[in-house]
């Protein structure tokens, strides 16, 4: 058997382990039941990828998010490791082929959702393979007080049926005790190997900062702080306008959200990597399999959901080694936000049967059918139709969806269909007067012969492409060709599919999750109270506070947290004392306002507030229409 040492030379060029990497993959090897928690940069892959390549045999790694699987076996592949994933929309014939390749075809790894653990066909090729190996990432998914429980994670224990003689690793970057204690319930581990690698991170240094003016704290930060940055932000929204505001500010910025189309997500992401743009502002929906290591600073601009999200977004920084900082810009109304974000949205069990119900009926299903049906869907137009809250009606499909009753998923496509209904000639006699029209005309008659015959399917992406046009201005353009009576123009737009993978049985259906669904709706409570609790309390070291919530007990002072750094300032009134003088000294010069004097003299909000708000108790400074401060005898 190859050494660890030397697969990981000469797969990923590394010459030696990170903490805790090197005991797992033996623990591994030796066939013990692993359970690995490693932080977010830990490496945690390698930990099965290795003794997987070590061992003669396939590995099968279980997984919840499609875009990591792609990711990884695309990374496997770009190294000439024989790699594959089983994502939806793979026919029976096409999933027949793919599993003989993994019993004939020297596979080394077959990414797996929990969800296709379910089909016969999967389980019993499974039974064929020379399996060495499985590894379940994201474990915490099995945990009913995981941040992200899946039943269908239950699933897994079926693999342990079908290779009994096959150890489990587990890897997860984030899990409280009760969580992790769970999983080797969950997963029926025997004598597990057990690896908890400390989540301290000695060069991270965990700010929060109370703000009424959080765009302004951005800017200085970021002015002070030169280097490549993430601002995490609610919504989509907030992603293009704190971009445009970074940008007016002169500070390059780019934006990421789910929303993008994938050419665009690319090339923001590009610019990114390659330092192009200093700043990244995303949504939550950026970050998984990011690993850049010059990040200085990441900062949330609004408040994450839970410390356990916070913490995978925060550890985003400083995975060089260097000093790096994770920022929460908090104000007053944050709590209200946050409350209105992640509690208020939360369906209640009757509101999930109520959707159910109405979807069904949407799609004229009756009790009893309706298994493995796939539909085009309008999400938007289903919500006006039944009078449902967008927000609350997504939450519940997204419940429907990881309880394994319905697949759903994110479309955003336009199928457009045209056919010129008017002659060639008359077509090149418009034209003339209409000449801003002809490129796209034109692009479109020679991609597609038979549009004055026929009606026609056109990807409105590749006429763009071709008439060097916005997809949006060419829809535009067809829109107007359709009112002129020159052509006939459907356009169906779909933003998501459906697809039901039970029978209709309505509240026998949501009879069976209603107690998951109130247990998540409980701990997402709580997630909420203890995050709210984290940046309210400005008494203990921030570092100790995130270690304690996952259950660290040999935790000591961080020194480099916004709350120890207040503690060592202090007690000082010399300093105080020299401040007062000094801005004293600055306003006979002129007026200044407190950011100026913040700026010129190079101290900190707290302690310069502190001194203007004494300076004015004793009338030796006095506040202008304009919001400066000017001293009271000038």
């Known amino acids: 058997m190859e050494h660890p040492i030397n697969i990981l030379e000469r797969y990923w060029n590394f010459t030696e382990f990170k903490p805790n990497q090197e005991a797992i993959i033996n623990a591994v090897i030796e066939g013990e039941d692993t359970f690995a928690l490693l932080p977010t940069g830990g490496g945690k892959s390698l930990c099965f990828q290795i003794p997987a390549l070590a061992k003669e045999g396939i590995c099968i790694v279980i997984s919840p998010l499609i875009a990591l699987m792609k990711d990884q076996v695309q990374a496997l592949n770009d190294k000439d490791i024989k790699a594959m994933a089983l994502t939806s929309g793979i026919s029976y014939n096409q999933l027949d082929t793919l599993l003989d390749n993994c019993i004939y075809g020297n596979y080394k790894f077959l990414y797996l959702s929990p969800e296709r653990l379910q089909q016969e066909l999967v389980q019993d090729r499974i039974k064929q393979m020379n399996v060495n190996l499985i590894a379940v990432d994201e474990a915490h998914c099995i945990s009913q007080w995981g941040s992200d429980f899946r039943p269908a994670y239950k699933n897994i224990a079926i693999l342990r049926q079908l290779q ?18 769970d999983i080797v319930k969950e997963l029926d581990f025997i004598q597990p190997k057990i690896f908890k690698h400390s989540f301290y991170r000695p060069n991270l240094a965990y700010m929060v900062f109370h703000e009424n003016d959080k765009y302004y704290r951005l800017e200085t930060i970021l002015k002070k702080h030169k280097a490549s940055s993430i601002i ?69 601009l609004n408040l994450p959901e839970s410390i356990e999200s916070y913490f995978q977004e925060a550890g985003r920084v400083g995975r060089n080694g260097e000093k790096a900082f994770a920022v929460i810009l908090k104000n007053n109304s944050d709590e209200v936000l946050v409350k209105n974000q992640f509690l208020n949205v939360l369906p209640t069990v009757n509101l999930v049967k109520q959707v159910y119900r109405k979807l069904c009926n949407y799609f004229q299903i009756s009790y009893g059918e309706g298994e493995y049906q796939t539909f085009d869907f309008d999400f938007n137009t289903f919500c006006k139709t039944y009078d449902f809250s967008a927000i609350l009606c997504y939450n519940a499909l997204l419940l429907l969806d990881r309880n394994s009753v319905i697949t759903l998923s994110n479309q955003f496509k336009n199928k457009v269909t045209a056919q010129y209904i008017i002659s060639s000639a008359a077509l090149f006699n418009y034209l003339e007067t209409h000449q801003d029209f002809s490129l796209i005309v034109k692009s479109m008659l020679r991609m597609y012969g038979g549009i004055f015959d026929h009606e026609t399917k056109i990807n409105t992406h590749k006429v763009a492409e071709k008439a060097s046009v916005t997809e949006s201005a060419l829809i535009q353009t067809l829109q107007q060709l359709e009112r002129d009576d020159i052509m006939t123009l459907n ?51 921030k570092s100790m506070q995130l270690l ?25 009134p010399e300093d105080l004392k020299s401040l007062k003088n000094r801005i004293i000294e600055l306003l006979e010069n002129g007026d200044k306002s407190s950011r100026q004097i913040i700026a010129a003299l190079n101290t900190s909000d707290d302690s310069t507030k502190k001194v203007l708000k004494l300076l004015l108790e004793h009338n030796v400074v006095t506040i202008t229409q304009t919001n400066t401060y000017k001293l009271s005898h000038l």
């Not at 995303?282 to 990040?295: L, Q, S």
């Not at 209709?504 to 109270?529: C, Y």
């Open 232 to 300: 995490y932000v609610r919504n989509r929204k907030l992603t293009l306008e704190v971009s445009s505001f970074l940008e007016s500010k002169k500070i390059t910025a780019t934006y990421y959200h789910g929303g993008l189309a994938n050419n665009e997500k690319d090339a923001n992401m590009t610019q990114w990597m390659h330092n192009q743009k200093q700043v990244m502002v995303a949504t939550n929906a950026f970050g998984m399999g990011i690993d850049k290591a010059d990040v200085k600073t990441v900062i949330h």
């Open 164 to 181: 009994p003689t096959v150890n489990v690793i587990a890897l997860t970057a984030s899990a409280k005790p009760e969580v992790v204690n």
């Open 548 to 572: 304690a919530y996952f259950g660290e007990t040999d935790i000591k002072p961080c020194g480099i947290c916004s709350v120890c750094i207040k503690k060592t300032k202090t007690g000082k």
């Open 491 to 541: 356009l169906a737009k779909t933003d998501a599919q459906v697809t039901f993978i039970e029978p209709r049985e309505d509240d026998k259906t949501i009879n069976r999750m209603a107690s998951i669904i109130e247990q998540q709706n409980k701990l997402k409570q709580q997630q909420v109270k203890a995050m709210l609790n984290y940046i309210e309390n400005d008494s203990a070291c």
